[in-house]
Antibody, heavy 117, light 110 residues
Framework: EVQLVQSGAEVKKPGESLKISCKGS????????IGWVRQMPGKGLEWMGI????????RYSPSFPGQVTISADRSISTAYLQWSSLKASDTAMYYC??????????WGRGTLVTVSS | QSALTQPASVSGSPGQSITISCTGT?????????VSWYQQHPGKAPKLMIY???KRPSGVSNRFSGSKSGNTASLTISGLQAEDEADYYC??????????FGTGTKVTVL
């Protein structure tokens, strides 16, 4: 089955680090982009960045300058979204999505990240 | 990169047609035929409804159609049904080689 499986919900304290994952299966992981999308509680969708696992070409949205790191491990068909120091404002649902040229046709179920002291 | 502009809400009665607009600039919507639309029901992941401005993925009802004129793209839902009640987002590729979402539109079936 073609799918993206995201890691489970996380509860963290401000200042802690975090790495969430998105594992692709059923398709050639290295020939599609993976995008990361943030959805804050009750708000809209926001692109954070995209990565092409085939050559690790990574592009970040100007709305998230230096706040997160996107990476991928081709050997295990997994993409990652990482924070070095979480803030309360990072509390959100994070989705990964598979990108074809110009659109995203397959989405993970999301990872809920809660940051609270 | 500013979000594309969508109406906050659109409503219609069952069987009617509604249209959601998505306005950007020549650096995104107007510059590329890479506009796509996503449907999101509460608590669910987004679902691709339209890609490349007007193409429908397999399995998406032909009641959904897309178009573009200049810097504005549109999603039309014809024969509105209760199950169409959801949030809808447009997205476009941009001249910065990344993507931008629209502000989102809540569709209500009266």
């Amino acid at each position: 089955e073609v799918q993206l499986v995201q890691s489970g919900a996380e509860v963290k304290k401000p200042g802690e680090s975090l790495k969430i994952s998105c594992k692709g299966s059923g398709y050639s992981f290295t020939t599609y982009w993976i995008g990361w999308v943030r959805q804050m509680p009750g708000k809209g969708l926001e692109w954070m960045g995209i990565i092409y696992p085939g050559d690790s070409d990574t592009r970040y949205s100007p709305s998230f300058p230096g706040q997160v790191t996107i990476s991928a491990d081709r050997s295990i068909s997994t993409a990652y979204l990482q924070w070095s120091s979480l803030k309360a404002s990072d509390t959100a649902m994070y989705y990964c999505a598979r990108g074809v040229s110009g659109y995203f046709d397959l989405w993970g179920r999301g990872t809920l990240v809660t940051v609270s002291s | 990169q500013s979000a594309l502009t969508q109406p906050a809400s659109v409503s219609g009665s069952p069987g009617q047609s509604i249209t959601i607009s998505c306005t950007g600039t020549s650096s995104d919507v107007g510059g590329y035929n890479y506009v796509s639309w996503y449907q999101q029901h509460p608590g669910k992941a987004p679902k691709l409804m339209i890609y490349d401005v007007s193409k429908r993925p397999s399995g998406v009802s032909n009641r959904f159609s897309g178009s573009k004129s200049g810097n504005t793209a549109s999603l039309t839902i014809s024969g509105l049904q209760a199950e169409d009640e959801a949030d809808y987002y447009c997205t476009s590729y941009t001249s910065s080689s990344i993507y931008v979402f629209g502000t989102g539109t809540k569709v209500t079936v009266l």
